[in-house]
């Protein structure tokens, strides 16, 4: 659940979409105001209102890209995941130019619930720790890039350290290989998933070596961080 009850803002000119994403919202303890154009979220949005805007990018008034660029020069400094059919290579890196996170439809609510969480934890909203993550004897510290486990300290190089921190923002969430290729590696990375097995088999040899083991094989679905009971 939601600690603190963020406050979201939904913008979609689609009813159904903005009825269903505030539903799953809420139930995970977000507060939820909802927008069904962009110039309504554009009245609605004001400094400090809200911790984070999900923004569609096909609208009829305003396309998301320019309501999250006049948000911006307004003073409305937050976080912002768009949502969108676009899934080509070059709008997905144009939207991350612009946003936190750029979500393709059609989407699972449980992967976005998870990304909304990462977002809003990169933008410091779990208090004075924020740039702490935290699974059983594992801590990592993604402003130092530091890893202990059980206090004893863990090198991983640039890339070891991406997977694991995908891995720690979603915590007993079973992650797809294909997931974790496009959240880690560039979106323009051609590389087959093999290259994911590689790295989970390097980090797994840096990070569960004193046990319990905490990275988990789900076979023929991905990667799971938990404890070995669970």
């Given amino acids: 659940?939601?600690?603190?009850?963020?406050?979201?803002?939904?913008?979609?000119?689609?009813?159904?979409?903005?009825?269903?994403?505030?539903?799953?919202?809420?139930?995970?303890?977000?507060?939820?105001?909802?927008?069904?154009?962009?110039?309504?979220?554009?009245?609605?949005?004001?400094?400090?209102?809200?911790?984070?805007?999900?923004?569609?990018?096909?609208m009829p008034d305003l396309e998301g890209t320019e309501v999250c660029r006049r948000l911006r020069q307004s003073g409305v400094d937050v976080p912002v995941v768009f949502l969108t059919a676009r899934d080509a290579t070059e709008d997905k890196v144009a939207g991350l130019g612009m946003a936190d996170d750029y979500v393709t439809?059609?989407?699972?609510?449980?992967?976005?619930?998870?990304?909304?969480?990462?977002?809003?934890?990169?933008?410091?909203?779990?208090?004075?720790?924020?740039?702490?993550?935290?699974?059983?004897?594992?801590?990592?510290?993604?402003?130092t890039h530091e890893v202990w486990r059980d206090g004893r300290s863990i090198e991983l190089t640039a890339t070891e350290f991406r997977v694991l921190q995908y891995l720690l923002e979603h915590p007993r969430r079973v992650v797809p290989k294909t997931e974790l290729l496009d959240r880690?590696?560039?979106?323009?990375?051609?590389?087959?998933?093999?290259?994911?097995?590689?790295?989970?088999?390097?980090?797994?040899?840096?990070?569960?070596?004193?046990?319990?083991?905490?990275?988990?094989?789900?076979?023929g679905v991905g990667y799971t961080l938990r404890l070995p009971k669970e």
Avoid: Q
């Fill in 105 to 143: 439809k059609p989407f699972s609510l449980e992967e976005l619930v998870a990304r909304v969480r990462a977002v809003l934890r990169r933008a410091g909203h779990d208090g004075p720790d924020g740039a702490e993550l935290r699974f059983a004897d594992l801590v990592m510290n993604t402003d």
């Fill in 1 to 58: 659940m939601s600690a603190d009850g963020e406050r979201i803002l939904v913008v979609d000119d689609e009813p159904f979409i903005t009825d269903l994403l505030s539903a799953a919202l809420r139930f995970e303890g977000f507060t939820v105001e909802v927008a069904g154009s962009g110039r309504e979220a554009l009245a609605m949005a004001s400094p400090g209102r809200h911790d984070l805007v999900m923004l569609d990018v096909m």
């Fill in 184 to 219: 880690v590696w560039d979106y323009s990375f051609n590389g087959e998933a093999n290259i994911v097995e590689t790295y989970i088999s390097y980090v797994r040899k840096k990070v569960d070596e004193p046990g319990p083991p905490l990275i988990h094989t789900v076979r």
